[in-house]
């Protein structure tokens, strides 16, 4: 089964808006943590944002904000005033256990490209 | 921000050969490293896990002869894809993380392609 769902393969956004992009996942684990990275066309792959299970409040890194739901097990991230430079994939990505046990393997999404248009 | 530096960037070579990636961490001890393979227009798929002094941890299904990893010190992994043949051409790329809930940081990743 999978672990981590995005079901937008890709989308369009005009330049200046904000754009959601859905990340749902399933666990057993009462501890996690939840990423997003973007991946321009380049290849690199950009961390954006954490959300660990047990943190009270939404993360937000500048103009990236994760809406987090955690009783529908969804993790969306938003990208507010979107730039021509915010154009790439996007992967959300879920590591299971405690935070101190960051040796523990990702689980990727599919990914849901992002084309900002001017 | 914690940086991983990956080498080469792009390799192609004939069938046969073996190939051998480097990923470093640049400004921290990395206790784990990660290699995974990309396809085109699919997500990242993990090979395996390494851990600095002891043997990797491979995934189901990737064949740990074909790919060997080695992760001598902590700032330090290599892959080595032996005996390259053109179906082994891909993006791989590897990641590095520290202690606690840090992230994993990932390098730029290497284009293989094999002729």
């Known amino acids: 089964a999978q672990k981590i769902t995005q079901t937008q393969p890709g989308m369009f956004v005009q330049e200046k808006e904000a754009v959601t992009l859905d990340c749902t996942y399933d666990?057993?684990?009462?501890?996690?943590?939840l990423f997003w990275y973007k991946q321009p066309s380049s290849g690199e792959m950009i961390f954006l944002i954490y959300q660990g299970s047990y943190d009270q409040q939404n993360a937000t890194e500048g103009r990236y904000s994760l809406n987090f739901q955690k009783a529908r097990k969804s993790a969306n991230l938003v990208i507010s005033a979107s730039q021509l430079g915010d154009s790439a994939m996007y992967f959300c990505?879920?590591?299971?256990?405690?935070?101190?046990?960051?040796?523990?393997?990702?689980?990727f999404g599919g990914g849901t490209r992002v084309l900002v248009k001017p | 921000g914690a940086v991983v530096s990956q080498h080469p960037s792009w390799v192609i070579c004939k069938s046969g050969t073996s190939v051998k990636i480097e990923c470093r961490s640049l400004d921290f001890q990395a206790t784990t490293m990660f290699w995974y393979r990309q396809f085109p227009k699919q997500s990242l798929m993990l090979m395996a896990t390494?851990?600095?002094?002891?043997?990797?941890?491979?995934e189901q299904g990737v064949e740990k002869d074909k790919f060997l990893i080695n992760h001598a010190s902590l700032t330090l992994s290599t892959l080595t894809v032996t005996s390259a043949h053109p179906e082994d051409s891909s993006f791989y790329i590897c990641?590095?993380?520290?202690?606690?809930?840090?992230?994993?940081?990932f390098g730029d990743g290497t284009r293989l392609s094999i002729l």
């Open positions: 990505a879920m590591r299971e256990g405690p935070p101190k046990a960051a040796g523990n393997k990702l689980t």
């Open positions: 666990t057993s684990d009462p501890s996690y943590g």
């Open positions: 990641s590095a993380v520290g202690v606690l809930n840090q992230p994993q940081h």
């Open positions: 390494s851990n600095e002094g002891s043997k990797a941890t491979y």
